[in-house]
């Protein structure tokens, strides 16, 4: 990459990444209101945890293959599994 090119980001085009976007808005607009208190608690984790669906799917769509990026799923199925 030089010359200001723009990396190439295959999650942009993912409805499933957008939908996830949307969720981490809508969790940051709902937790604004929580109590202060509850800052470093529930507040940061429900953020974290929203901000981790979009993460990982932006992770396994820049993959090399098609067969990597299935494994990945399927690891972050497994992660959802112990929560």
Same mark, same amino acid.
């Given at each position: 990459? @030089?010359?200001?090119?723009?990396?190439?980001? &295959?999650? *942009? !085009?993912?409805?499933?990444? $957008?939908?996830?976007?949307?969720?981490? $808005?809508?969790? *940051?607009?709902?937790?604004? %209101?929580? &109590? $202060?208190?509850?800052? *470093?608690?529930?507040?940061?984790?429900? !953020?974290?945890?929203?901000? %981790?669906?979009? %993460?990982?799917?932006?992770? @396994?769509?820049? #993959? %090399?293959? #098609? $067969?990597?990026?299935?494994?990945?799923?399927?690891? !972050?199925?497994? #992660?959802?599994?112990?929560?």
């Amino acid at each position: 990459m @030089g010359d200001g090119e723009n990396p190439v980001r &295959p999650h *942009y !085009r993912l409805e499933a990444w $957008k939908e996830a976007m949307t969720l981490v $808005k809508m969790v *940051y607009t709902l937790t604004q %209101s929580f &109590p $202060k208190d509850e800052l *470093y608690g529930l507040t940061n984790q429900m !953020r974290r945890a929203a901000v %981790s669906i979009p %993460s990982n799917i932006a992770e @396994g769509a820049a #993959r %090399s293959g #098609r $067969k990597e990026s299935l494994t990945s799923c399927q690891l !972050r199925e497994a #992660r959802l599994g112990k929560r």
